[in-house]
């Protein structure tokens, strides 16, 4: 989106990008397109690595557990950046995201839990198209359990969940 307005004999000018692109095994790609999208809206340092590696394991989720096929958008939001993956197989519902634990003997199955405690909210909807996976990650620090300190510790900055 692109916009300008004139008030008072004054041009603003604003630019709004939305990012869309095809879920695909390149997670490489994806990761860099959200890391770009993310950046340009505001999102720095561990709030950008949370988005990025939730976004990730949000695709990873598609590819590996549902249709293999959908669209990643993202968008800046006053508070940050939302991004929705869809997924046209739609077999994603609120029952997974609300009871995605972590099991210590599994070595896989994390994504949800993950997603979870990344991101500030997460929502699933389910529409005519599949699945919706709404992802928000706010600018400046989360409030929420951190799985992993910042020096690879297991410290819990507050348990939000």
């Keep these: 989106m692109f916009s300008t307005s004139d008030q008072a004999g004054e041009t603003a000018m604003s630019m709004e990008f939305e990012l869309r692109c095809p879920v695909s095994a390149d997670l490489g790609f994806i990761r860099d397109l959200v890391r ?3 950046r340009h809206s505001g999102l720095r340092g561990e709030r950008l690595d949370d988005l990025v590696l939730a976004v990730n394991e949000a695709v990873t989720n598609v590819l590996d557990h549902g249709g293999k096929a959908g669209t ?4 800046r939001t006053g508070r940050g950046v939302r991004v929705e993956v869809m997924d046209v197989a739609g077999r994603l519902t609120g029952d997974h995201l609300g009871s995605a634990t972590i099991d210590p003997a599994g070595s896989h199955g994390f994504g949800l839990w ?3 405690h990344l991101c500030d909210e997460v929502v699933v909807e389910q529409t005519a198209a599949g699945s919706r996976l709404t992802l928000h990650v706010h600018r400046g620090m989360s ?7 910042r020096h690879g510790s297991n410290e819990t900055q507050h348990a939000g969940n």
């Design 143 to 149: 409030p929420r359990y951190r799985p992993f300190g």
């Design 36 to 38: 770009l999208h993310a």
């Design 114 to 116: 993950v997603i979870r």
């Design 72 to 75: 990643v958008t993202a968008v």
